[in-house]
């Protein structure tokens, strides 16, 4: 990770951590490099939370002025922004998201005309010109770029999804957790389009309720609604739609490693998993892993974050991973992960198969699990202490094969994430608090 990019773009509290300014020196080089490198057509979208049309501007006005033409998307998500970079005349794309952080955060994904994030190459000079280490030209005259709008761009993408996923979802009972994110300006349009029985919830963005107490980190609400309205399944979007969760008909959760565990299996009985592997995260659960060993399937294991998952996918030609957070990406039909798209995916399984939601995981058995986030003063300090790694591998130690911890830095926030894996809940809670105990002895907690 550099001094701004995460694993995830650009990100920050609006107005605080991530300025204006910042995000029109963003706009300024991109605009310049993608003008000498090609057409200079960039488009940007935009999630639903109140700053972010505020740094469209901003991104635009930078664009245009190194002599870009700055098209708008308008209200969004990722993946319909990385299809349309991918399939449409772009060079680049830029979205503007925090994904699944509260309102007052935002970020900036940038995505090269293949449809992929960009990689470190770019976003080293980027970051140098964000901290004035040189100096760009200003277009002048003619050469001044346009800023014009590209709300069609919504319609080609629903279009797209529509003709890649034609499932008849007559009879089948939906719920949709909507976020009151982007997915507002997608979702309802595909699955009215399939003939699906659906309901939504959480589909009035106001700017500021957006993953407010609804979405993929705040389940509750529709774990109950699901169970009260005798739904089949529900879905439910973070604020950009490129994850999401399920849930089943008696409220539980149906994550990330179990949607991966009923595409990986039936892709393999399809014939289609090519070099019989999935891709996961060292975040997935240990019982995934123990029933794709059930079912013959491999898999290999990235570090956290969709860019380590797609390189993986990409360098080796498997077709299907991702992580336990819902981000999933299917590669027969792009590699970026898409919410409604997973959605699309799981429903077509099941009506395949005629299965259930239950049905088709029943043989993941998923080890108790224990997440556990502290704020500390500085990540990378916690993780050089001595005594915090050896402590780590006592615990470690104890486990054996019937457990794991795992304790990463967050991408994106000044967090330590300690998660434990074990046979039991009062397991998991022993082994955090040892690490986290003496990350708070140590002084290092915020």
């Not at 209200?75 to 794309?93: M, R, S």
């Not at 774990?223 to 309205?229: L, T």
Request: net charge negative; hydrophobic share 35%.
């Amino acid at each position: 990770m550099g001094r701004y990019f995460g694993t995830d773009g650009v990100r920050g509290e609006a107005n605080k951590d991530l300025t204006v300014s910042k995000v029109y020196k963003i706009g300024r080089y991109v605009g310049d490099y993608y003008r000498k490198n090609g057409k200079g057509r960039i488009l940007i979208g935009k999630d639903t939370r109140l700053s972010s049309s505020m740094f469209e501007a901003a991104l635009a006005s930078g664009i245009a002025e190194s002599g870009g033409d700055a098209l708008l998307m308008g209200y969004g998500t990722t993946p319909c922004l990385a299809y349309l970079i991918a399939n449409e005349d772009f060079d680049c794309g830029i979205m503007i998201s925090a994904s699944h952080n509260p309102y007052h955060d935002n970020g900036i994904k940038i995505f090269g005309t293949d449809g992929l994030k960009i990689k470190d190459d770019l976003e080293d000079p980027i970051e140098d010109y964000m901290d004035d280490l040189f100096e760009l030209p200003r277009a002048e005259g003619k050469e001044i770029g346009h800023i014009t709008a590209y709300a069609e761009g919504i319609d080609h993408y629903v279009d797209w999804l529509c003709r890649t996923y034609p499932t008849d979802l007559s009879g089948t009972k939906i719920l949709l957790d909507l976020c009151n994110g982007g997915s507002c300006t997608t979702a309802e349009k595909v699955f009215r389009r399939l003939h699906a029985d659906y309901t939504v919830m959480n589909s009035a963005p106001d700017g500021i309720n957006i993953n407010t107490n609804c979405g993929s980190t705040h389940l509750e609400g529709l774990q109950e609604a699901v169970k009260k309205g005798s739904y089949d399944i529900g879905f439910a979007f973070d604020g950009d739609a490129d994850r999401v969760l399920a849930v089943d008909p008696q409220g539980q959760v149906v994550d990330g490693d179990k949607i991966m565990y009923l595409l990986a299996c039936y892709l393999k009985e399809e014939g289609k998993l090519q070099g019989n592997h999935l891709v996961t995260t060292v975040m997935s659960n240990i019982g995934l892993k123990k029933a794709l060993d059930k079912k013959g399937i491999s898999y290999a294991i990235t570090p956290v974050g969709d860019k380590n998952v797609v390189d993986c996918l990409r360098a080796k030609g498997y077709v299907v991973g991702g992580e336990q957070s819902g981000h999933i990406i299917n590669t027969y039909s792009g590699y970026f992960g898409d919410g409604v798209k997973t959605a699309l995916n799981v429903l077509e399984v099941m009506k395949k198969k005629g299965q259930s939601i239950n049905e088709l995981c029943d043989e993941l058995k998923v080890f108790p699990q224990l997440l556990i986030n502290v704020r500390v003063k500085d990540k990378n300090v916690v993780l050089q202490d001595e005594e915090i790694k050896a402590k780590i591998n006592e615990v470690a130690e104890a486990l054996g094969d019937n457990g794991r911890i795992l304790v990463r830095p967050s991408g994106t926030e000044p967090l330590i994430r300690v998660m434990t894996e074990a046979e039991s809940d009062e397991l998991c809670r022993q082994y955090d608090d040892a690490v986290i105990d003496l990350i708070k002895a140590k002084g290092y907690a915020a």
